[in-house]
């Protein structure tokens, strides 16, 4: 059993900074990637951001030059760092752990979300 959990989320004025972070803990096999996805009231959830266990980042192009997405390996803690926030970046912001399954194949953890809420 994974568990995921995220913390740092709140509300923040236009142009502020949140940093947000994910812990896994359980029994993880190796990790293929971590990252950050979000869902606005509304919409789909989207990918913000990935990292992978090599340290390659991908972006959605509308976080791209304000997010910046970390790890740390021996904590199996994945940090989100939110820049010069929006309006538009107002969602529940949720951790994606995939992972090499107990018999193989891939497995996809979610977390249950913390909200960030940017004020204009």
């Known amino acids: 059993q994974v568990q995921l959990v995220e913390s740092g989320g709140g509300l923040v004025q236009a142009g502020g900074s949140l940093r947000l972070s994910c812990a896994a803990s359980g029994t993880i096999f190796s990790i293929n990637t971590m990252g950050w996805y979000r869902q606005a009231p509304g919409k789909q959830r989207e990918l913000v951001a990935l990292?992978?266990?090599?340290?390659?980042?991908n972006y959605a192009d509308s976080v791209k030059g304000r997010f910046t997405i970390s790890r740390d390996n021996a904590k199996n803690t994945v940090y989100l760092q939110i820049n010069s926030l929006k309006p538009e970046d107002t969602a529940v912001y949720y951790c994606?752990?995939?992972?090499?399954?107990?018999?193989?194949?891939?497995?996809?953890?979610w977390g249950k979300g913390t909200l960030v809420t940017v004020s204009s």
């Open positions: 990292i992978t266990s090599g340290g390659s980042t």
């Open positions: 994606n752990l995939n992972s090499v399954g107990p018999f193989g194949g891939n497995m996809n953890y």
